[in-house]
Structures are given as C-alpha cells and as structure tokens.
C-alpha cells in the first residue's frame, strides 16, 4: 500500500470511533434531547444506520488494497483448521447470543414505535450464558473472527485499530453501564473479565441469580 493509501484507510477508520463514540455518548444525546426531543425516539434507530453505513468506507480501502498488496501472513495445514474452527465457532456463539438481546431495543425499533424519548438505554440488566465468563462477550468474539483471518497490510492495520477500539470503546460503554445499574453492575465487573475470559474469574449458573437477587 502507498503512504497516502495508508493514511487514508486509518483516517477513516478514526472517523469512525470518533464519530461512533461521539453519537453513543451520555452527553451528546442529552443535548439533542435538549435542543431536538422529538428525534430522540429515531435517535437510536438513526444511529445504528450511520454506524452501519459509515463502515462501507474503510471495509472499501480494505478491499481496494487486496488488488495490490500480498498476504502477510496466510493460514497453512493444521493451522487454517484451528483458526477456521475458532472463526465458526464465536460466529455460532454470536448467533446463539442473539436470543437474549431485546432485538427491537438494540435495534431502536421499539423506542421509536412507542415513541421513547429518554436518554437512557431501557433495557434491564440481564446476564446470558456468555456473561458469565466475559463482560463484553460480542467484543471478544469479534475479535476471534478478526485475528482468525488471513491478513494482507490493510487488514492488518485495521485490525490493530479495531482491536485498540474495542478496549477503549468497552471502557467508554463501562461508564454508561454504572450509571444505568448502579452496584449491581459494578460488582459484576469486579467478578468478570471484560474482554478476555480468564478461568479463574467466572460466574457460576447460581451465582448469577445470587448477584440479580441482590440488584437494588
């Protein structure tokens, strides 16, 4: 890849946590509640659609880049079947996962159908299987299938930028958690690793009732 190429394909990428963080935030959607209240029951809806299309940019330079640049690294024998193994297998938890998420509210269909206009995020604080072992378990997995792929320079960079968003978008989102649930979420965080399962911290099937029995 040229310098310039380069350049590009990591501007656009902090473009996009910028703007991404800067949308998610508290602070700015306290002010569009303020300054704009009747587009607060889109606002989640309307997120999700500029994070959506603002991905087609540098998964472009991405792909532009392929014509031109050579493989770094590629996975061989033994070695694509585990790194291929581990790509389906968090692309099955994913989809797993997926049952217990409020889809209309992550999606924003549902603050926008009942025309909701708080700030706040109206889900309850629920744990599913893969909290138990990780607090941000689509983080983690997004992950896996990233560092599972072949990787050429742009894929690369845009891996090692993907990944550093990760760990401090996580951190970001962390604060809004506290503020939603209080305690709760807090002695969560002290039991469960945040994006990296480590054996010895988990929650066991009961004590995720003991700590959702003890929610303020």
Known sequence: ????????????WLFYFGLHSLLASLSFKKMIAELFPAVMPAYRLIFNIIALLLLFPPL??????????ELLWQWQGIQAWIANGLALTALLLFIRSLRYYDS???????????????????ENFCLSPLHRFVRHPWYFLALVLIWTREM?????????????YFVIGSRL???????????????YQAR?????????????KNEVAELLEKKP
Not at 1 to 12: E, N, Q, R, V
Not at 111 to 120: G, K, M, P, S
Not at 173 to 187: C, D, F, N, S, T
Not at 192 to 204: E, N
Request: aromatic share 10%.
């Open 192 to 204: 469960v690793p945040a994006l990296f399962p480590l054996p010895w911290r988990y929650l066991k």
């Open 60 to 69: 472009g330079l991405i792909y532009l880049a392929q014509a031109e640049v």
């Open 173 to 187: 989102e962390e604060q809004k958690l506290v503020i939603y649930h209080g305690k709760i979420y807090q002695r």
């Open 152 to 164: 050429d320079q742009a894929t690369l960079i845009s891996a090692i930028l993907i990944s550093g």
């Open 104 to 122: 209309s509210e992550f999606s924003g269909l549902r603050q926008l159908r009942n025309n909701i206009q708080a700030v706040e995020d109206q």
């Open 1 to 12: 890849m040229s310098d310039s190429a380069i350049t590009f394909l990591i501007g656009s």
